[in-house]
């Protein structure tokens, strides 16, 4: 049955793609500096900090205009929401339960197995007190992966016109597409995937253009803004 086939949830992959953009959003206007709630808003959706009982229309449309990847994604900025444009699906898995391929997906996944040592017994030139060479630490864990090669359907939709925000998600889908990984453990060679979405080559010119006319005033706002 469909609902036993494992898939990598789509916000998961929209919380790897916010850090994504948001940093690069950040490196292309030369923001180095910004308050916690600042940071919050773009790179993990924001908190409710007010409850004033209405929302400043005007604010939330500067914020979009000043960081139009917040347009995209949406953010909780006090005590608003704003609507992100685009919509990110889950990643499933082709295969035979998901109507979508040949083989099984008991084929298509794997189980292996990490190890933990506690090395502050045999660490070389420095002493780790309370070590002791009769403890022994070591421990082994199993956990499931995806074997190489499986191929998932996933869906990135754009509910919008605005030609900035377009411009903005092609950016979006460059930085992942050039990132390469998706979901946990990539520093032990897990998550590596070919993203196969075909990006227009000017697709994302339309937003650079518009982030290095603003740069000074985009920089300004977010040392600024409360």
């Known amino acids: 049955h469909f609902d036993t086939v494992p898939f990598i949830a789509g916000n998961s992959i929209r919380g790897l793609l916010r850090r994504l953009v948001m940093k690069d959003f950040c490196d292309l206007t030369g923001i180095t500096k910004i308050d916690k709630n600042i940071y919050h808003q773009l790179f993990t959706g924001g908190n409710i900090t007010d409850s004033t009982g209405f929302e400043d229309i ?22 608003m929401t704003i609507q992100g444009e685009m919509k990110v699906g889950g990643a499933r898995l ?10 099984s997906y008991w084929e298509l996944i794997d189980v292996t197995f990490g190890t933990r040592l506690d090395s502050s017994k045999t660490e070389k030139g420095i002493e780790v007190a309370g070590a002791t060479g009769e403890e022994k630490n070591q421990m082994k864990y199993e956990y499931e992966v995806f074997v190489r090669g499986s191929k998932f359907d996933s869906v990135f939709a754009v509910v919008t016109e605005n030609e900035l925000l377009i411009s903005a998600f092609w950016r979006a889908m460059k930085v992942f597409k050039n990132y390469g990984y998706i979901v946990g453990n990539s520093a032990r060679d897990s998550g590596l995937v070919e993203i196969d979405i075909e990006v227009p080559e000017n697709g994302d010119k339309l937003y650079l253009d518009y982030l290095k006319k603003n740069e000074s005033q985009i920089k300004e706002y977010f040392n600024g803004v409360q």
């Not at 005007?58 to 005590?79: D, F, H, Q, W």
């Not at 082709?94 to 083989?103: F, I, L």
């Open 58 to 79: 005007e604010k939330r449309e500067n914020y979009v205009k000043m960081c139009p990847m917040i347009g995209l994604l949406g953010s909780a900025i006090g005590n």
């Open 94 to 103: 082709k295969c035979k339960e998901n109507g979508t391929g040949e083989k």
